[in-house]
């Protein structure tokens, strides 16, 4: 059986998500969800649009509470019931079929874009011929051969972590990991390792400092997700 990735972009009329997109372009929202609770991360490049799009999210019936992470451009929205399974969503068409949807998906600009492996390709075509009923405008952007491993698709991927850190920012996290720095308690400290390493003791704390930031805003959708899953869930999701 051949497996392949399918990438799409779509449109759908009278979607909050892309409605919102489309009038700010600077903002991007990504969407995590388990078929229980949806986790959406809003971020928003301008931050005179900043202001404008709280005021909507917050006026909006379906968003549920709102919390705001402290740059001011970026938030976070908790679902507490999944809302792509309540409604004709693209998600939940994908789900009655043989097809597996990779998660975030980003809306930007107007547009939708998912991440798919698909088993069968009638249940490609099944997908499509449905976007072409509702009327929703859709393009596939990528089609290819499925090379890579489920498992790790479907869980936290490398890529999702490490995909926006810097090659120095990496490097700073392995060396501080090599030095102790995250042992308990700690045998080093940055004074020290960045003397080691004979690299100014700011700037290395300025690569580790924000290679941190950004490893905790990678994990903290997927933190939700599960902390919010029913407890036996959680026990049903650990590594046994």
């Known amino acids: 059986m051949t497996l392949y990735e399918v990438a799409l972009k ?3 009329p009278n ?5 919102i997109t ?3 372009p600077s903002m991007s929202i990504f969407i995590w969800c388990n078929r229980e609770n949806d ?4 971020v928003v490049r301008n931050p005179e649009d900043y202001a404008l799009v709280i005021k909507e999210i917050q006026e909006h019936p379906i968003m549920g509470v709102i919390e705001e992470i402290s740059d001011d ?4 929205l908790n679902v507490h019931e999944c809302y792509c399974m309540k409604q004709d969503t693209i998600v939940r068409h994908i789900g ?3 097809i597996l949807n990779i998660f975030p998906n980003m809306i930007e600009n107007g547009w939708s874009y998912h991440r798919l492996i698909v088993f069968k390709h009638k249940d490609l075509e099944e997908l ?5 009923n509702w009327g929703w405008v859709y393009k596939i952007l990528r089609k290819v051969p499925f090379d890579g491993f489920i498992a790790s698709s479907l869980t936290l991927s490398a890529d999702a972590l490490f995909s926006g850190l810097t090659e120095r920012q990496m490097t700073a996290l392995v060396t501080a990991h090599r030095h102790g720095y995250y042992n308990l308690p700690r045998d080093s400290d940055i004074q020290t390792i960045a003397a080691k390493e004979k690299v ?5 704390q300025e690569h580790l400092k924000k290679a941190e930031n950004k490893l905790v805003a990678a994990l903290i959708p997927h933190m939700k997700l599960f902390n919010h899953a029913a407890p036996e869930r959680r026990q049903s999701l650990r590594v046994k």
């Open 73 to 76: 451009r970026r938030l976070y």
């Open 39 to 42: 986790v959406i991360e809003v």
């Open 128 to 132: 499509l011929r449905r976007f072409d």
């Open 200 to 204: 100014p003791r700011t700037t290395f």
């Open 15 to 19: 979607s909050f998500y892309t409605d």
């Open 96 to 98: 009655e079929l043989d």
């Open 22 to 24: 489309r009038r700010f």
């Open 10 to 12: 779509i449109n759908i």
